[in-house]
T-cell receptor, first 112, second 107 residues
Framework: NAGVTQTPKFQVLKTGQSMTLQCAQDMNHEYMSWYRQDPGMGLRLIHYSVGAGITDQGEVPNGYNVSRSTTEDFPLRLLSAAPSQTSVYFC???????????FGQGTRLTVV | EDKVVQSPLSLVVHEGDTVTLNCSYEVTNFRSLLWYKQEKKAPTFLFMLTSSGIEKKSGRLSSILDKKELFSILNITATQTGDSAIYLCAAPHDMRFGAGTRLTVKP
């Protein structure tokens, strides 16, 4: 089983560039979430989705967009990258509201 | 707004010590609390707690939930250097995590 797959694993962007971080899961999970993790810190919720066509903001949504057109995919778009968005990004999925989350291996993003 | 607060944020102990990590929460429609361990990469699942007073145990790790006082603790006995990690708790309404406790176990 592939589980949760994130691409790319590493990315360097210039300030002002846009890009999309991809997240796909093959477990038919309804719930998906995006997090960022800064050095030595915990996970901060960016956006989440409770099903196809439904998204909501988390703690730190500014500068990021998401969409959920299918159950499997939950891409995260950086609209205009800033150095403050340098971080490790994790995508997670779970069956429902009370269940264990499964994580992708992360994307390390550097904005210069 | 929902909140998950962990303490301490950082902890340094020596091998063999016992540690207690705390997680308090204020969450709408609370149903469960999850604990994760994160070493170098993605978090790995430890426990899910749904009922007050029932201890979950795995080896030297154990955890318990108090739904009246709105907190959970994670205990690690006889710590080893391999326990060094960030320990995270989450209340999965929107899957918001606490800030984590960075545990360092020295030889």
């Amino acid at each position: 089983n592939a589980g949760v797959t994130q691409t790319p694993k590493f990315q360097v962007l210039k300030t002002g560039q846009s890009m999309t971080l991809q997240c796909a899961q093959d477990m038919n999970h309804e719930y998906m979430s995006w997090y960022r993790q800064d050095p030595g810190m915990g996970l901060r919720l960016i956006h989440y989705s409770v099903g196809a066509g439904i998204t909501d903001q988390g703690e730190v949504p500014n500068g990021y967009n998401v969409s959920r057109s299918t159950t499997e995919d939950f891409p995260l778009r950086l609209l205009s990258a800033a150095p403050s968005q340098t971080s490790v990004y994790f995508c997670a999925s779970r069956t429902g509201g009370d269940t264990e989350a499964f994580f992708g291996q992360g994307t390390r993003l550097t904005v210069v | 707004e929902d909140k998950v607060v962990q303490s301490p944020l950082s902890l340094v102990v020596h091998e063999g010590d016992t540690v207690t990590l705390n997680c308090s929460y204020e969450v709408t429609n609370f149903r469960s609390l999850l604990w994760y361990k994160q070493e170098k990469k993605a978090p790995t699942f430890l426990f899910m707690l749904t009922s007050s007073g029932i201890e979950k145990k795995s080896g030297r790790l154990s955890s318990i939930l108090d739904k009246k006082e709105l907190f959970s603790i994670l205990n690690i006995t006889a710590t080893q250097t391999g326990d060094s990690a960030i320990y995270l708790c989450a209340a999965p309404h929107d899957m918001r995590f606490g800030a984590g406790t960075r545990l360092t176990v020295k030889p």
